[in-house]
């Protein structure tokens, strides 16, 4: 898989599985843009990819629920490197609440998991006609029904719609030659769930509860999911599009 000469743009690189496919990206000598809002982060980042490829990714702060932020993701890429092979859409939070609680958390779901992708993506589109490019949307297993015991309704919603999305567009992009797919993960180790306001014993313990009642007896780790992401992006896979790929450890089996 080789990626020399690509532009791919990464949103969520600060963290997790974000930061693991921005690394896995630099081994195949991709040109980098890598986003988030903790600067810091994206810098130490940033550092791991330039010392593996000498190529020096570009950095855009950006938060996903601004327009404005998205625009300057798409802007500043074009002005630094002048195309944009893959986009991935990989930004989420896990957004919990209860019916009882009114809009707010759903609005801010929707804001951060699929509108972020919805314009990132339409204002890409022109750049991926060019290239023949494609997307990959970091979705969810919370896509295909609830998550039981976790109060995850806002995300579930978010991650289901995001699925849909990834459909539809890669209906409307085919004849085009730009490909869209899906990575749905199940529980992965990364700082998600503390993200999402879990304490770290509750990390740990959901993890093992988790761990236990898989089919594989493990959680998943961050560069499982990024190899997906890769290879989803690569021309090897050039003949998917619209599909939706579980990365669970059986857990949509029990
Ligand atoms: N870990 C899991 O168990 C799991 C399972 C299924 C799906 N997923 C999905 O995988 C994706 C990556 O999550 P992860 O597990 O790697 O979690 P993570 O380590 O918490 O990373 C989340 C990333 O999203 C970015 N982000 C969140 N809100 C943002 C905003 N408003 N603007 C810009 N960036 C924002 C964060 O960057 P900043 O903080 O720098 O802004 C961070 O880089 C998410 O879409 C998540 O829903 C994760």
New binding site residues.
């Given amino acids: 898989m080789d990626f020399s000469n690509k532009v791919v743009i990464i949103?969520?690189?600060?963290?997790?599985?974000?930061?693991s496919v921005a690394v896995l990206y630099a081994k195949q000598s991709a040109k980098l843009v890598l986003?988030?809002?903790?600067e810091q982060?994206?810098n130490t980042i940033s550092k791991q990819c330039e010392e593996v490829n000498g190529i020096k990714p570009l950095i855009v702060k950006?938060?996903?629920?601004d327009d404005n932020d998205i625009k300057k993701i798409v802007l500043n890429t074009i002005e630094h490197f002048g195309r944009i092979d893959v986009l991935v859409n990989?930004?989420?939070?896990?957004v919990r609440a209860s019916i009882l609680d009114g809009v707010k958390p759903f609005d801010e779901a929707i804001a951060?998991?699929i509108r972020s992708a919805y314009l990132l993506t339409s204002l890409a589109t022109p750049y991926l006609i060019e290239s023949k490019g494609n997307v990959v949307n970091?979705?969810?297993?919370?896509a295909f029904g609830p998550i039981k015991g976790v109060d995850f309704l806002p995300y579930c919603i978010s991650?289901a719609a995001m699925d849909q999305f990834t459909k539809c567009v890669a209906l409307e992009l085919g004849p085009q030659g730009v490909r869209v797919n899906s990575v749905n993960?199940?529980?992965?180790r990364?700082?998600?769930?503390e993200?999402a306001g879990f304490t770290k014993d509750n990390v740990t313990q959901l993890y093992t509860q988790r761990a236990e009642s898989y089919p594989l007896r493990k959680v998943a780790e961050?560069d499982e999911v990024a190899d997906l992401i890769l290879y989803l992006s690569s021309d090897r896979a050039r003949s998917i599009t619209g599909s939706v790929y579980v990365i669970d450890n059986g857990e949509m089996l029990v």
Avoid: Q
């Fill in positions: 949103t969520g690189a600060s963290s997790g599985i974000g930061a986003t988030g809002r903790n982060s994206l950006a938060d996903v629920t990989n930004a989420g939070v896990g951060t998991n970091v979705s969810s297993v919370a991650k993960p199940g529980c992965t990364t700082p998600f769930a993200a961050r």
